[in-house]
C-alpha cells in the first residue's frame, strides 16, 4: 500500500466526519462515497475477520477483556464447524486507545487482509474515527459498548445499550419502584455523560421529577469535597452517576465519609461493572445500583456455559461483564446474519440482519434490521459484598433499540 | 413496564426512600462547609507540596518525576496492606515506610542524575520528566494496569461533626499529616544542624562551601526529605483515590503552581498558597462548576503571576550572582 494512503485516509475522514457533524447526521455520511470492491476471499477453508480493541494505552485495561472475551466466541464456533463451514482465522490489531489508530487499523484491516467483518472499539471517539472507514469502504463493524445513543449506521451493528435500553430503564426503576420526587446529576465532563445527562433532564420534566443540580468534574479528577457537599445539601432522592473511571473511586470514598448511604440516598451507576468494583473498592459500593444488559450473577443455563468456560480461559477469579458479553454475542450475532444470507458479502449480511437471534448470556437478543441495534433487556442490579451484581429489577422483555428515542414524544433531539 | 424482582429496601409509603439530610441550609453553614472542603483541599495540595518546596525551592532543581514519588509511596502503602492484611496498621506502617521508599528513590535520582547538572534547570527538567515516564511504565510492569484500592482504616471512615458539619474523617487526618509535615520540616530547617547547612546552601552555595559546609551531602540529605515528604502524601493519597501509575501526575502540576505562587523556596508562602487556592477553587466551585473553577483558578493564578513574579514572598540570595 502506498505509504501515504493512510494519511490520504485520515484527510478525507475528518472531512467527512466534520461534514457528517455539521448535518447533524452520521448515518448519511458514507453515502457520497463509491463501494470499493471487496477483497475478502471466500473461497478457501477458512475466513477473516478482524478484532479491533485497544491492547496498549489507557484504554487497555477494559478492552483486552473484550478482546479475550471475543477470542473465547471465535474459538467455540470453530470447534462447532466455523462459519458456512469455514474455519474463522482471526487478524487482531492494536487500537492503541488512539481513535487515529483506530481509523488506521480498521483500513488497515479492511483493503490488506481483507477480512468479512471488524469486532471492536470502545470509546464513542473511537467509534466515531472509523465510522465513516466502515461507511466509505462498505465492510462491517460489530461495537460491544452501551453509549450515549443519537446515532445509527448502516455499516454498523450496535451490540451495547443505547439510551433506552439502560438510561431510560434506570430512570424507570427510580420513579416507579423507588418513588422517587427528586435527582441529582453527577457526571465526568465529556461526551457521553453531558448526552445522557440532557435526556434525563427531558424524561425528568415530563415525569414531574425535579433535577436539584448537575455536576460535572473532568475526567480523572479526584477532588469530590464540594460536588458532594452539593448532592448533600440538595437532599435529592437519588443520584445518578456517569462518571466514568478513577473518578468513581474518589466520588463514593468522599460520599461515603459525608455519611450517605445506599438507605439514604441510592446511587444508580451506569459505567460501573463487575471488573470495575474492585478498584474502587466494594466497601464503597455495597448495596448501590447500576443499570446495564447483563450481570456475572444471571442464572441461565447459557450464562453458566459462558462464565465458566471465561473462567477456565482466563482464571478463576476473572468476572464477566456487560461490554464483555456484548462483545461475544456480536460474533455469533454475524455468524447468524452470514447463515441466514448463505455469503459473506456485506450487503448481502446487512439484507439478512433483521431478525436474526441468538440466545446470549444475557437472555435471547434480536438484531433490528432498521436501526442495526439489538433488543436488549434492561437489568438494574445492586452491588453485594462479594463485589459481583444481583439483578434486583428488569424490564418484562427485551427492549425494543431507539437510538434517536423517537418514540418517546418528550425527546425533541438536540 | 417493569416487574420488580426483589426489593431490597422496600419504602413504606412508596413515595420516599430514607431520611435525608437537611434541606436549604441558611448562608453561613454554606460559607462554613466550602471553608471546610477548601481547607481540606488547600491541605491536601500543601501535603504534596513541602516535599517540593524542598527540592524544588531549594535545591532550584525542577523534579518531574516528584509525582512518581507520590505514585511509590501509594503502591508502598498497597503493598504494604496486602502483606499486613490489616487496614487499621496498615496506614500506620505505610506512612514511615513509604517516607524511606520516596526518600530513598530521590537520593538515587539525585546520585545517579541530577548531580550533574545542578546548574542546568531545563536539563532537569527533561530528564527527570523521563525518569518519571519511566517510574510509571515500571510500576504498570509491576502493579498492571487497573487501579488498586487501598483499604481505609475504620477508624478513619466516617465523619466527625465540626460547627454542624460533617467533616470526613479521612480529609481531618489528612489535613492534621500536613501540618504535622511542615512543622517537622520547620523544625529541622531551624533547629538542626543540617536546617543551618540546607539555609546556608540556599543563600549562596560557594560561601557555604568555604565555610566548611558539605554541599554535596547537603543536597543529599535535602532530596531524601523532600522525596521522602512525596512518599508520605502518596500513602495519604490513598485514602482520597484509587492508586494507579499516573496518580503522581495528576497531581504535579498544582503542586508546582502552589510553590511557584508561594515564592520559590519559602516555606510560609507554599503554606499560604495552597490554601488560597483550595479555598479559592472550593468557593468557585460551590458558586459555578467544577470544570469552570478549575479555570478560573488558573487565570487568577496567571494575573497574580504577573503582578507578582516572584510569589508571595521573595527569596533572599546572598549570592553574587
Known amino acids: 500500500m502506498n505509504p501515504r494512503t493512510p494519511r490520504l485516509i485520515g484527510g478525507m475522514l475528518s472531512a467527512v466526519v466534520l461534514s457528517s457533524a455539521l448535518a447533524g447526521c452520521g448515518a448519511k455520511a458514507g453515502e457520497t462515497s463509491e463501494a470499493a470492491e471487496s477483497c475478502v476471499k471466500t473461497d478457501g477453508d477458512s475466513i477473516k475477520v478482524g478484532f479491533l480493541n485497544s491492547l496498549s494505552g489507557t484504554m487497555a485495561i477494559s478492552e483486552t477483556t473484550v478482546f479475550k472475551s471475543l477470542s473465547m466466541a471465535a474459538e467455540e464456533i470453530n470447534a462447532d464447524g466455523g462459519v458456512l463451514g469455514k474455519q474463522l482465522e482471526i487478524v487482531s490489531e492494536d487500537g492503541q486507545s488512539e481513535p487515529t489508530v483506530f481509523a488506521e487499523k480498521a483500513t488497515k484491516l479492511i483493503d490488506q487482509d481483507c477480512v468479512a467483518a471488524v469486532f471492536g472499539g470502545w470509546t464513542s471517539s473511537s467509534r466515531k474515527a472509523m465510522l465513516p472507514v466502515f461507511e466509505g469502504k462498505n465492510s462491517l463493524l460489530f461495537y460491544p459498548v452501551q453509549y450515549e445513543g443519537l446515532e445509527a449506521s448502516r455499516n454498523i451493528f450496535y451490540t451495547g445499550a443505547t439510551t433506552n435500553q439502560q438510561i431510560i430503564p434506570g430512570l424507570d426503576y427510580l420513579k416507579d419502584e423507588k418513588g422517587i420526587k427528586s435527582i441529582f446529576l453527577v457526571g465526568s465532563d465529556y461526551v457521553f455523560p453531558r448526552t445522557a445527562n440532557a435526556i434525563i433532564q427531558a424524561y425528568a420534566a415530563e415525569h414531574g421529577i425535579e433535577v436539584l443540580g448537575e455536576e460535572y468534574q473532568p475526567l480523572g479528577s479526584t477532588n469530590f469535597g464540594t460536588v458532594v457537599d452539593k448532592v448533600k445539601k440538595a437532599g435529592a432522592d437519588a443520584v445518578f452517576n456517569t462518571l466514568n473511571g478513577d473518578s468513581n473511586v474518589a466520588f463514593f470514598k468522599e460520599y461515603k465519609g459525608k455519611g450517605l448511604t445506599a438507605e439514604s440516598m441510592p446511587v444508580v451507576s451506569v459505567s460501573i461493572a463487575e471488573e470495575e468494583v474492585p478498584g474502587v473498592g466494594v466497601d464503597n459500593l455495597v448495596g448501590q445500583y447500576t443499570a446495564w444488559n447483563y450481570y456475572q450473577t444471571i442464572e441461565t443455563p447459557t450464562n453458566e456455559a459462558f462464565v465458566s468456560a471465561f473462567k477456565e480461559a482466563n482464571g478463576a477469579k476473572s468476572v464477566t461483564s456487560d461490554p464483555m458479553e456484548a462483545a461475544y454475542t456480536s460474533l455469533y450475532l454475524w455468524k447468524g446474519m452470514v447463515e441466514k444470507a448463505e455469503s459473506f458479502a456485506t450487503d448481502d449480511v446487512i439484507d439478512a440482519a433483521e431478525g436474526v437471534t441468538f440466545d446470549a448470556p444475557e437472555g435471547s437478543v434480536t438484531v433490528n434490521g432498521e436501526n442495526h441495534h439489538i433488543a436488549k433487556t434492561a437489568l438494574i442490579g445492586e452491588i453485594r459484598p462479594d463485589g459481583l451484581i444481583e439483578t434486583v429489577w428488569s424490564s418484562d422483555e427485551p427492549i425494543e433499540p431507539d437510538p434517536f428515542l423517537e418514540t418517546y414524544p418528550w425527546w425533541e433531539g438536540e | ?321
Open chain 2, 1 to 321: 413496564m417493569g416487574v420488580c424482582v426483589r426489593d431490597p429496601a422496600p419504602s413504606p409509603d412508596g413515595s420516599a426512600v430514607g431520611p435525608y439530610p437537611q434541606k436549604g441550609r441558611g448562608t453561613v453553614d454554606v460559607f462554613l462547609s466550602q471553608v471546610f472542603t477548601g481547607l481540606s483541599a488547600g491541605g491536601v495540595l500543601l501535603l504534596i507540596a513541602i516535599g517540593l518546596t524542598l527540592t524544588f525551592g531549594q535545591m532550584g532543581v525542577i523534579n518531574m518525576a516528584h509525582g512518581e514519588f507520590i505514585m511509590a509511596g501509594a503502591y508502598t502503602a498497597y503493598v504494604i496492606n496486602s502483606v499486613l492484611g490489616n487496614a487499621e496498621l496498615g496506614l500506620l506502617v505505610a506512612l514511615p515506610v513509604g517516607f524511606v521508599v520516596g526518600g530513598l528513590l530521590g537520593v538515587l535520582l539525585e546520585a545517579g542524575v541530577i548531580r550533574w547538572m545542578y546548574h542546568r534547570p531545563l536539563d532537569t527538567l527533561l530528564v527527570t520528566y523521563g525518569v518519571g515516564l519511566v517510574l510509571q511504565q515500571v510500576a504498570r510492569d509491576i502493579f498492571g494496569a487497573p487501579a488498586k484500592e487501598v483499604p481505609s482504616p475504620s477508624w478513619l471512615s466516617g465523619s466527625v461533626p465540626v460547627l454542624g458539619y460533617d467533616f470526613p474523617l479521612a480529609r481531618l487526618f489528612l489535613l492534621v499529616l500536613s501540618l504535622v509535615c511542615l512543622l517537622g520540616v520547620v523544625a529541622v530547617l531551624k533547629y538542626t544542624a543540617l536546617g543551618r547547612q540546607v539555609r546556608a546552601t540556599v543563600s549562596n552555595r560557594d560561601l557555604a562551601e568555604t565555610v566548611g559546609v558539605s554541599t554535596r551531602r547537603t543536597d543529599r540529605i535535602t532530596f531524601f526529605l523532600g522525596s521522602g515528604l512525596a512518599g508520605i502524601a502518596g500513602v495519604a493519597l490513598t485514602l482520597l483515590g484509587s492508586t494507579g501509575p499516573t496518580i503522581g501526575s495528576s497531581y504535579i502540576v498544582e503542586a508546582f503552581l502552589v510553590v511557584v505562587v508561594g515564592g520559590i523556596g519559602q516555606l510560609k508562602g507554599t503554606v499560604i498558597a495552597a490554601f488560597a487556592i483550595g479555598l479559592t477553587q472550593s468557593f468557585l466551585e460551590y458558586a459555578t462548576s467544577g470544570s469552570i473553577a478549575k479555570v478560573l483558578v488558573f487565570l487568577a493564578i496567571v494575573v497574580f503571576l504577573q503582578a507578582r513574579p516572584q510569589g508571595i514572598f521573595a527569596v533572599r540570595t546572598r549570592s553574587l550572582a
